[in-house]
């Protein structure tokens, strides 16, 4: 289970450190995509193949649906931690992302999120100010 948040500094490569406490989970890889929001997410193997399986029971007779996994797979790309930790965070993401030398990592139970630090803090007003109207409309 991945919790917690962090801040670290991409290299001048676009690397970047994973905090030490998740580095075993990524032992075997990972994959990083494109998140909602703007900002990306970081999942194990098998972390990435229950999202698969949980994406496959959308229809792909649905535009938003066919939509969700473009937006989702054509940005997705395997990774492996180097020696020191850290993971190369391709272009193309740090550019959707706005990532450019602070990433706020924010833990999220199955995966982690990588944030442009002020995205983040403009998220977190939202957590802030609205967290009770959100939790009230998803209970239903």
């Known amino acids: 289970m991945f919790l917690g948040k962090f801040s670290h500094s991409l290299d001048d490569r676009g690397r970047v450190a994973i905090p030490a406490r998740f580095r075993d989970e990524f032992e075997a890889g990972l994959v990083i995509s494109r998140g909602f929001e703007r900002c990306l997410?970081?999942?194990?193997?098998?972390?990435?193949?229950?999202?698969?399986?949980?994406?496959?029971?959308?229809?792909?007779?649905?535009?938003?649906?066919?939509?969700?996994?473009?937006?989702?797979?054509s940005l997705a790309f395997d990774g492996r931690l180097d020696g020191q930790g850290r993971v190369l965070v391709p272009q193309e993401l740090r550019q959707y992302a706005e990532i450019h030398e602070s990433v706020t990592i924010v833990g999220v139970d199955d995966h982690l999120?990588?944030?442009?630090?002020?995205?983040?803090?403009?998220?977190?007003?939202?957590?802030?100010?609205?967290?009770?109207?959100?939790?009230e409309r998803l209970h239903g």
């Open 41 to 73: 997410t970081v999942y194990t193997p098998a972390g990435w193949e229950e999202l698969k399986s949980r994406l496959a029971g959308l229809s792909f007779t649905q535009g938003d649906a066919r939509r969700v996994l473009r937006a989702i797979f």
């Open 113 to 135: 999120e990588l944030w442009e630090p002020a995205r983040w803090a403009a998220e977190q007003a939202i957590l802030d100010s609205q967290l009770p109207e959100i939790a």
